[in-house]
């Protein structure tokens, strides 16, 4: 029997993107053909990008009928989405990459971003929420929720496997987020420079490459902190897990959150999460029960929840194994991939009958 054909839209190169893709294939037996826009939307090339963008409205659907696809699915229902609405080809899965794909909202192009999801949603068969704060955002934009899947990829709890590390004597954190200025790693250095001032034994270990790396540097040699902080730059993916079950903490502090794989990933493997006090963690953490919430960019109580989590092992103890059971019940991507796949063949085979 020949393989469904699956277009995907959409940045090739990003984890989530990757997670989804070989989900399909070794879940659904999918053969995945991929488009995607080739400037990058960083800095000067931001421009360059939206003309790219628009000018693919007018040739998305004779570019998409080269793939002979049975299925589009795409990423980002501002961009990627509306275009998988252009294309021509049924059945259409979206998903929505972060709480809203509508921001910033102070931006002149929110009205037209706001009109193109709209179409993007009423176009598609079937819309991913990742987490149920996704769905919220779904709901309030009255979007058709039998349409929607609130599910989110999971991760391969074979690769990140659990160790309990919280017995031991110091902290051992681990930030695992891209160095860029909106994780606000500068916010991490300067709470542990504070356990510094206060002589608590810790060790720092920031995991991974990006624009902010020089100056964080730098800022940990300012805070005197420099012999206590690995950068690691960006690692093997295969190294990752073994840095997580070696570290009993694990520390995330966006100002802006949707379904964090990082975060199950720390979860499944025994660090104890201390991340931003957002909508889209609270999905998953509960205020010092399993977890720690923290107000955003706020050092002090950062520092302060740190030391409240190091000192009450009992809780950790207690939450790092609820979290594993919860990864496992809640973001097993064997089984989620699987159920994803199984509506994806349905969505097709709705079509050809």
Request: hydrophobic fraction near 45%; aromatic fraction near 10%; glycine fraction near 4%.
């Amino acid at each position: 029997m020949q393989k469904r054909r699956i277009l995907f839209l959409g940045e090739t190169y990003r984890a989530d993107a990757i997670t989804w893709m070989n989900g399909l294939k070794e879940f659904g037996d999918f053969e995945i053909v991929t488009w995607e826009l080739q400037t990058r939307s960083t800095g000067v090339s931001r421009l360059k990008r939206l003309m790219e963008l628009a000018k693919s409205f007018l040739t998305i659907k004779s570019a998409a009928k080269k793939f002979d696809a049975d299925m589009v699915i795409a990423e980002r229902t501002t961009s990627y989405g509306f275009l998988a609405a252009l294309s021509g080809i049924k059945p259409i899965a979206i998903a929505q990459q972060g709480i809203t794909d509508l921001w910033p909202k102070n931006s002149p192009l929110y009205p037209l971003k706001k009109i193109l999801q709209d179409y993007a949603f009423k176009k598609a068969d079937l819309i991913h929420a990742w987490g149920p704060v996704m769905a919220k955002h779904m709901e309030n934009s009255n979007v058709d929720m039998s349409k929607v899947m609130i599910l989110p990829k999971g991760i391969n709890l074979s690769f990140f496997e659990f160790e309990n590390n919280n017995n031991q004597p110091i902290i051992k954190a681990i930030v695992t987020r891209s160095l860029l200025p909106e994780y606000k790693h500068d916010i991490i250095l300067k709470a542990f420079a504070i356990l510094n001032k206060k002589n608590i034994p810790f060790e720092l270990t920031i995991v991974g490459g990006g624009i902010m790396q020089k100056s964080l540097i730098l800022l940990s040699e300012e805070l005197k902190i420099e012999d206590k902080v690995i950068f690691t730059g960006i690692i093997n993916n295969h190294d990752l897990p073994k840095l997580l079950q070696q570290s009993n903490f694990y520390i995330s502090m966006p100002t802006t959150e949707g379904v964090s794989a990082s975060l199950f990933e720390a979860m499944a493997c025994g660090s104890f999460p201390i991340v931003t006090d957002l909508p889209g963690n609270r999905s998953w953490v509960k205020q010092k029960e399993n977890g720690v919430l923290v107000e955003s960019e706020n050092i002090e109580i950062l520092a302060d929840s740190i030391i409240w989590a190091f000192q009450n092992s009992e809780i950790r103890q207690k939450a790092v194994l609820e979290n594993r059971k919860f990864i496992e019940e809640n973001a097993n991507y064997t089984v989620n991939m699987k159920k994803i796949a199984d509506e994806y063949h349905k969505l097709i085979s709705r079509k050809i009958n």
